[in-house]
């Protein structure tokens, strides 16, 4: 098809717009997905320390439990209840006096409400001990202890007797903590949590520890400490009310449950606690394989059961300043990209919308432009034709006006002269 003018002055103009407008598109384009992308890591490392301080106040509150616990058994006298054998087995026992018999009395009236304090708090807690100064225990939330049972080894509790052994007010006050343990599968049977803990990870692996946070609070009768009451709650596998994870997501992500998750990780990195959406199935046990920071987050990407995730954790320190697990929180790679997208159609949908309106400015500019030389191809015809009657009339003062006053004025000399003609 052989284009006119007009039609190659619409195309040029077009062109002249399209094109620029196309490179700052591209060059925006890229810009806007580059600034996402920052966004979305600065956003995912940002959630991740709020993680970490949603994490350190369940710790606080299971500190508080320990601690209200504590000062409630000392203010009742409890802890030589605990300490004091019931049983009278011995024939100079059996021949005590009424005094003793009454003290034997008080005694297991003493248990028997310790026994109460203790189920009272197990809605709150998922464990409770109680030991003597020394860390050896006295009672447990699910039964006697057996004999010579001891916490000691528990880093949390070593700290704490430390910590009391000075005998200086603001260590005694420091005392009174709490911290994230990573307890072995025989303390985890004691307390009835061997089951919960397990966990079957990648590759075969069996999980058997288990990751606790545990608050723990010196009895004390004035500055001197009589035992110690501690209270923790397991994090593998741990009940929809108890998860440091639902927390951390409810939290963050209330707008965001299917495409959000919180997750606590062993310190060998295996997922023991998690809310991930069951798109690919349960995360619980997966290993994580990429490197965890030891002091502040780093957003990464990863795929967890077939879904790739934007990720970033931080990690869970023990009293001892060991690395005993990571908390972090998990994004759905789709969400971020969902929202790249949209910017995506919008630059393109405006991108669209000036190239039309080009187009048509462009389509009356050369319609403009190329009526005065339409007018002028067809007056000239008329000339050709012999029509001399009709005058040329452009109205314009630029070089296609000056032509068409050229043609006028040649019409009127050829009018002119034909006249002469026929009058001869």
């Known amino acids: 098809m052989k284009l006119n003018i007009r039609n190659k002055l619409t195309i040029f103009a077009a062109l002249l717009i399209f094109i620029p ?12 997905r580059s600034s996402i992308e920052d966004n979305a890591q600065k956003s995912i490392e940002k959630d991740a320390r709020l993680a970490e301080k949603i994490f350190k106040g369940r710790q606080q509150v299971i500190k508080e439990i320990a601690q209200n616990l504590a000062q409630t058994i000392a203010a009742e006298n409890l802890i030589e209840s605990a300490e004091t054998p019931i049983n009278a087995t011995s024939a100079a026992e059996k021949d005590a006096t009424k005094a003793n018999k009454t003290a034997q009395q008080s005694q297991v009236k003493g248990q028997k409400r310790l026994r109460e304090l203790l189920e009272r708090r197990l809605s709150d807690v998922d464990f409770l001990i109680v030991t003597n100064r020394s860390g050896q225990v006295l009672l447990r939330h699910n039964g006697d202890p057996a004999a010579g049972e001891s916490v000691k080894d528990n880093p949390l509790v070593l700290d704490t007797l430390n910590k009391l052994e000075t005998k ?11 911290s994230s343990v990573l307890e072995d599968p025989e303390t985890l049977k004691r307390l009835g949590l061997d089951t919960q803990a397990q966990i079957k990870g990648d590759g075969g692996k069996q999980l058997n520890e288990g990751l606790t946070i545990e608050g723990i609070a010196p009895i004390k009768a004035g500055d001197q400490p009589l035992g110690l009451v501690i209270a923790g709650i397991l994090i593998n596998n741990a009940k929809q009310e108890r998860s440091v994870a639902d927390e951390i997501k409810n939290a963050l992500y209330p707008d965001l449950l299917g495409e959000a998750a919180a997750t606590v990780l062993q310190k060998d990195k295996y997922i023991v ?13 997966v290993l994580v394989k990429r490197n965890l920071p030891s002091d502040r987050p780093a957003a990464a990407t990863e795929d967890v059961k077939g879904i790739s995730y934007k990720t970033a954790y931080l990690p869970v320190k023990s009293v001892d300043d060991k690395i005993v697990g990571y908390v972090g929180v998990a994004i759905k790679e789709s969400w971020f990209s969902a929202i790249v997208n949209k910017v995506l159609y919008l630059i393109v949908a405006i991108i669209i919308f000036f190239l039309l309106v080009a187009i048509g400015v462009a ?10 030389i339409i007018l002028l191809t067809e007056a000239s015809n008329r000339i050709s034709l012999g029509e001399l009657d009709e005058a040329i009339a452009i109205g314009s003062t630029d070089e296609i006006g000056q032509l ?20 001869r």
């Open 168 to 178: 200086q007010p603001e260590q005694i006050a420091a005392a009174t903590q709490s």
């Open 21 to 32: 407008l196309s490179l700052s598109g591209i060059v925006i384009i890229f810009m806007v």
């Open 363 to 372: 389509t009356v500019i050369s319609k403009r432009l190329t009526q005065p």
């Open 404 to 423: 068409a006053e050229s043609l006028e004025r040649m019409r009127i000399s050829l009018k002119q002269a034909i006249e002469r003609l026929r009058r």
């Open 273 to 285: 606690s998690t809310n991930f959406p069951n798109d690919g199935g349960s995360a619980l046990g």
